[in-house]
């Protein structure tokens, strides 16, 4: 059993940036890959940002140049760095874990990130 929590989340203006964090309850080695996934009002989550336990990333479109996606193993940690920050980019962002040989993928409880008009 593994806890993924996000933090970071918040009210930033547009142009501005933050920098969500997850922390897991246990070694992150173990993942397949890590995520992050944003839903935003009206729409289905969809994925942002993803790292492979080889390292390999991909962006959604929407947010390639302007966010990036990393980890700390030794903290167990996931990071996605977020600039020039748009009203489209308002959601909620969760982390997620694909475990391999697993369908049912971890999830963590979902941080807000606002950007007003």
């Known amino acids: 059993q593994v806890q993924l929590v996000e933090s970071g989340g918040g009210l930033v203006q547009p142009g501005g940036s933050l920098r969500l964090s997850c922390a897991a309850s246990?070694?992150?080695?173990?993942?397949?890959?890590m995520g992050w996934y944003r839903q935003a009002p009206e729409k289905q989550r969809e994925l942002v940002a993803r790292?492979?336990?080889?390292?390999?990333?991909n962006y959604a479109d929407s947010v390639k140049g302007r966010f990036t996606i990393s980890r700390d193993n030794a903290k167990n940690t996931l990071y996605i760095q977020m600039n020039s920050l748009k009203p489209e980019d308002t959601a909620v962002y969760y982390c997620?874990?694909?475990?391999?040989?697993?369908?049912?993928?971890?999830w963590g409880q979902g941080t807000q990130v606002t950007v007003p008009s």
């Open positions: 246990g070694s992150i080695f173990r993942f397949a890959a």
């Open positions: 997620n874990a694909e475990r391999p040989y697993s369908r049912d993928d971890y």
């Open positions: 790292i492979s336990r080889g390292g390999s990333t």
